[in-house]
């Protein structure tokens, strides 16, 4: 005797899953990855990864390949400018954006449109809020695209 089970509680194939844009925050700071990491992640729109050493700032990128990289320009030894110039010189990564992220600005410069070696900025200190709003700017198109159909939907269509 054969019986088909069907299991709707199972978890989506991985293909399905829906995977959040991945966002590095690059700073010598631990308070403020971890606090800005923890808050990214509790509005269930992104993964976040953090790297407090500039000088491995590169290689976390590598690895982790972020949608977005948030990166501070005042660090000790390696700055921000540095590991922005090592990312975008490396083939797998030259298309990720890099938002700096920094105290030696006014809230005004940076809402002014102004770049800093090309790349946007946001200033120190920064509210969730405009932090989200400053990434979803920057975001390329790609890493906003959701898988629509769920794997409910397929095990309905399967059973018509």
Known sequence: MNKIIEADFLP????????KPRILIIDDNRDFTY????????????SVWEENEPARAHQTAQRVKPDLI??????PETDGGEVA???????????????FLTALVTKAEARSGLRI?????????????????????????HAN???????YDKQREIRR
């Open 12 to 19: 989506p194939a991985v293909e399905e899953a829906k995977e």
């Open 35 to 46: 606090s800005a990491k923890v808050a990214l992640e509790r509005t269930g729109r992104y």
């Open 70 to 75: 948030l990166l501070d320009i005042a660090m």
């Open 85 to 99: 110039a090592r990312i975008e010189s490396d083939l797998t990564l030259d298309r990720t954006p890099v938002v």
């Open 117 to 141: 070696q090309g790349h946007p900025f946001l200033a120190k200190p920064i509210s969730i809020p405009e932090l989200v709003a400053g990434i979803e700017r920057n975001l390329p198109a």
């Open 145 to 151: 695209v959701q898988l629509t159909t769920s794997h």
